[in-house]
């Protein structure tokens, strides 16, 4: 059976044994082919026994350099990097102002955008922070105004269809409004449904719009993008009287700076402060906040 020390084995024949093959062959030569004397001949084999081997191990030597030159040098942009990203986690985190009880529903005047593989590796990801790491924290589309409609555990989301009956399961919202791009018209969504149900139920402009409303802006400085440092601000407001009822600001870290390897997405391996693993970095944010009137 072929094991990891044959493979260790085969690597390291691989590359002494042309050079003891190359080495064997000068001092024959040397010895028994060249018209020089004893001490001429004495000579030129510790000529061989000294030129063979470093032909071999300088280019070894100046990989090896080259390497920990590199190794160095991603150790201070690293350490310049991370020293940015603690600082803007210094004002990471959330504040709740104020919460509201018996939510029936909410708006929402932004929507998680489609994703596309490509995000991945793009350090100028608009949504980066909140859909980076290795817990996805955020739904996109149909997928993310969903998240507000299925029944909560505060650990993990349920549809009508899939509730475990051991789990304690938190209220729900009734619907939830979405802002179209125009800024005038409004969708309101109700239900609940996952993959093999059906979608979502629409009705356009609701008489009676919901109140409270949820939003994010994504920070996209270019000069943290260049040390693949991405923000995002979650904020709930009060639309009647223009109040910031809670806010939540999440940064995210990718330490390789897009340089990962094994055709891993780089912001999925994306460090995050505050460290919350909720896959649902939205939803539960708000429930905190706009709490669900009981069924």
Known sequence: MFTTDDLGKLILLSYWGPMLLLMGFLLRVVWKRLPFGKGAKVVSVLAVLVAVPALFILPLLQEIQKEKRKEEEYQRRYQAAKAV?????????????RTVNNVEGLMLLRVREEYLNKNGYDSMWEDAAALSGSFPTDGVEEYYIND?????????LAVEGNLLPNNKYLPRYRYVDVLQPDGKSIIRYR?????????LDKEAN?????????????NVDPELRKLWIAG?????LDLKTGELLAEKTVYAFETKFGGTANHTTPWSLAIKCPSDRSLQLSRYFVERVLKPKPD
């Open 148 to 156: 507000f409609l299925q029944f909560s555990t505060g650990r993990g």
């Open 191 to 199: 239900g609940g449904w996952d993959i093999g149900r059906k979608p």
């Open 85 to 97: 990203f603690d600082r803007q986690c210094q004002t990471a985190g959330e504040k709740i102002y």
């Open 232 to 236: 995002t601000t979650l904020k709930i």
């Open 206 to 218: 609701p008489k009676r719009p919901a109140r409270y409303a949820f939003t994010y802006e994504n």
